[in-house]
């Protein structure tokens, strides 16, 4: 992966994760940290979902925050350039989400300790 200046990202359209997403919220965070206003983007359009967004990257539209793992596929077949910020990763929150009533199975409280105790 090449690094990116983060302060480049103003140059070129740029497509946005719809209000609400946990994706959008890491990345106004983080342009916030490097000191860019998310108004100073040049937005051309908001998606709620990263399939659609590596479409829109991979016909020229623009350039977008989605996570590694969201856009491996494309970057495997050559559509997509992934690009670190030279600032750092973007770090996102990632919680464990169960149902309210009944306890969990044992290996699934198993799993949801080991996730626990590894973020911590």
């Known amino acids: 992966d090449k690094?990116?200046?983060v302060k480049e990202i103003v140059k070129y359209p740029f497509i946005m994760r719809e209000p609400g997403s946990?994706?959008?919220?890491e990345t106004e965070q983080f342009l916030f940290s490097q000191g860019i206003d998310i108004d100073t983007l040049n937005v051309i359009?908001?998606?709620?979902?990263?399939d659609a967004i590596k479409r829109s990257i991979s016909q020229g539209l623009g350039?977008?925050?989605?996570?590694?793992?969201a856009v491996e596929d494309y970057a495997?077949?050559?559509?997509?350039?992934?690009?670190?910020?030279?600032?750092?990763?973007?770090k996102r929150k990632l919680y464990i989400?169960?149902?309210?009533?009944?306890?969990l199975s044992p290996t699934a409280s198993l799993f949801a300790d080991f996730v626990m105790n590894f973020y911590s």
């Open 63 to 69: 350039i977008s925050v989605l996570s590694r793992l």
């Open 3 to 5: 690094e990116v200046d």
């Open 45 to 50: 359009a908001q998606m709620d979902n990263s």
């Open 22 to 25: 946990g994706t959008r919220k």
């Open 76 to 90: 495997g077949l050559g559509l997509l350039k992934i690009q670190r910020p030279a600032d750092g990763p973007i």
């Open 97 to 103: 989400v169960k149902r309210k009533q009944g306890a």
